[in-house]
């Protein structure tokens, strides 16, 4: 059992979890987060409180944010929105089919590491950069480095709001793309319309693994549809299923109505009964 708080980067963005020590951060306050380029500004979003989980595999908090550390990050966000106008306006000029995604700047470090400004993209297909990374750095006075970005990775990097009306599970929080296929949208008898299954990044949606191991484990033991079956209504023919209700959807020979039953209820095939039973 220990404390956690979460905290963010960008509003509405993906939050981080963090062991916050000795801090007790609120809601609103600005805080340091360790990373790889050194600590960093975000903002609390959840106030540390007690968990009842291990926390010993957490980032812990580097401190509150005092005023240079504010300043530091306004002049950050600064060069960023500075760095991503210049990079727009020379991609125009040299013509290529890029698209700005995201800015990323790292501030020189007393060890003597100068500025590095690294620019997210996405293209439909592999771009000659090397005169635009020249051009970027005679601009911006500093290394640049230029990153292609997956269809994916760019939903991930923009955020937004995805069909459910919920802010996009990959800017939230998602950690690794699992594979997603086609056949899991057939499993769940969902229609095959690449609208209505793509997300935001035009490929398939992520939710569609979340409920899939749940239908594989559904078919693996109710009866397939058209097989007769007996119910404590009567037999009867499935001709439908319910996943998320456990249940299936039979026809009854008496009056042809359709009757739902758990999947516990319903025997299993008639055929096979008789087979076992009659032969």
């Known amino acids: 059992m220990g404390m956690l708080c979460a905290v963010s980067f960008n509003r509405y963005g ?3 979890y963090l062991d916050p020590g000795e801090f007790r951060p609120q809601v609103g306050d600005r805080v340091l987060v360790p990373t790889d380029d050194g600590p960093e500004v975000a903002e609390c979003v959840w106030a540390a409180q007690w968990v009842g989980e291990d926390t010993d595999g957490f980032p812990r908090l580097a401190g509150l944010a005092t005023d240079d550390d504010l300043r530091r990050d306004e002049l950050l966000r600064r060069r960023k929105a500075e760095a991503k106008v210049a990079a727009k306006r020379l991609i125009r000029e040299h013509g290529l089919p890029m698209k700005v995604v995201a800015v990323d700047h790292v501030l020189a470090t007393a060890d003597g590491g100068g500025d590095r400004t690294t620019v997210y993209f996405t293209a439909p297909h592999r771009v000659d950069f090397r005169s635009l990374v020249r051009d970027l750095g005679a601009t911006l006075h500093c290394r640049v480095e230029l990153r292609q970005l997956s269809a994916r990775d760019s939903a991930r990097v923009q955020g937004g709001i995805g069909s459910c009306g919920r802010d996009l599970c990959c ?41 899939h191991p ?5 078919q693996e033991s109710a009866p397939p549809v058209g097989s007769r079956v007996s119910t404590p209504e009567g037999d009867g023919r499935v001709v439908g299923h319910s996943v998320p209700r456990d249940a299936v959807t039979v026809r009854l020979d008496a009056d042809g109505s359709r009757s739902m039953c758990s999947r516990a209820a319903v025997c299993g095939s008639r055929q096979a009964h008789d087979q076992r039973y009659n032969a």
């Open 14 to 16: 993906r939050l981080y």
């Open 214 to 218: 749940l239908y594989q484990k559904f």
């Open 171 to 211: 800017a939230t929080f998602l950690t690794d793309f699992e594979p997603v296929t086609i056949r899991m949208a057939k499993d769940q008898d969902l229609p095959l319309n690449p609208l209505r299954i793509s997300g935001a990044c035009g490929r398939l949606m992520c939710c569609l693994k979340y409920e």
